[in-house]
Antibody, heavy 117, light 106 residues
Framework: EVQLVESGGGLVQPGGSLRLSCAAS????????MSWVRQAPGKGLEGVAN????????YYVDSVKGRFTISRDNAKNALYLQMNSLRVDDTAVYYC??????????WGQGILVTVSS | SFELTQPPSVSVSPGQTARITCSGD??????TYWYQQKPGQPPLLIIF???ERPSGIPERFSGSSSGTTVTLTISGVQAEDEADYYC?????????FGGGTKLTVL
């Protein structure tokens, strides 16, 4: 059974940092692109970043470029999102999702990140 | 990057057919995916590559594509289909979602 479990969220002040983790299991992690997708309270879905199987290609939405870094450790079946210089409008539920030919076929339950003073 | 446009809301009575559109200039050149999201839950993939349905998704959900518009059709809508629906595609810049459509079952 495919499982994606996010951790590392919480409350942080504007300008602060957080590192999200996603633990993957039930599939060959190193064979798939992986993504972070977020959803602000009461809003729609937004693709934040995605990362190729071997880490050689990565893409970011314009609003997080230069502040967020997506990375992975295939030996640990783990995906990460380092978030720096956080802003109030980064407040959202962040989902880890497996990307593939079928789109985002598997999602984690999501982790809440709240940026507030 | 291009944009994906969805109607904010669609309302239908039980048993009727709901159609949710997603428009974008680049859609003829790329696949579209559809997700259903209920409150407090992560999105669920219901259509991939424009028209394919994952196993376990009811047959009443179908997808179609014509030019710059793709359509999610729900035939014989049931109360449990009330949810938000998102289209999604990708370009060289990454992932793009439509703004979402709230389906209300009257």
């Amino acid at each position: 059974e495919v499982q994606l479990v996010e951790s590392g969220g919480g409350l942080v002040q504007p300008g602060g940092s957080l590192r999200l983790s996603c633990a993957a299991s039930g599939f060959n992690f190193s064979n798939y692109w992986m993504s972070w997708v977020r959803q602000a309270p009461g809003k729609g879905l937004e693709g934040v970043a995605n990362l190729k199987e071997d880490g050689s290609e990565k893409y970011y939405v314009d609003s997080v470029k230069g502040r967020f870094t997506i990375s992975r450790d295939n030996a640990k079946n783990a995906l990460y999102l380092q978030m720096n210089s956080l802003r109030v409008d980064d407040t959202a539920v962040y989902y880890c999702a497996r990307d593939g030919d079928r789109g985002f076929e598997y999602w984690g339950q999501g982790i809440l990140v709240t940026v507030s003073s | 990057s291009f944009e994906l446009t969805q109607p904010p809301s669609v309302s239908v009575s039980p048993g009727q057919t709901a159609r949710i559109t997603c428009s974008g200039d680049a859609l003829p050149k790329t696949y579209t995916y559809w997700y259903q999201q209920k409150p407090g839950q992560p999105p669920l993939l219901i259509i991939f590559k424009d028209i394919e349905r994952p196993s376990g998704i009811p047959e009443r959900f179908s997808g179609s594509s014509s030019g710059t518009t793709v359509t999610l059709t729900i035939s014989g809508v049931q109360a449990e289909d009330e949810a938000d629906y998102y289209c999604q595609s990708a370009d060289s810049s990454g992932t793009l979602f439509g703004g979402g459509t709230k389906l209300t079952v009257l």
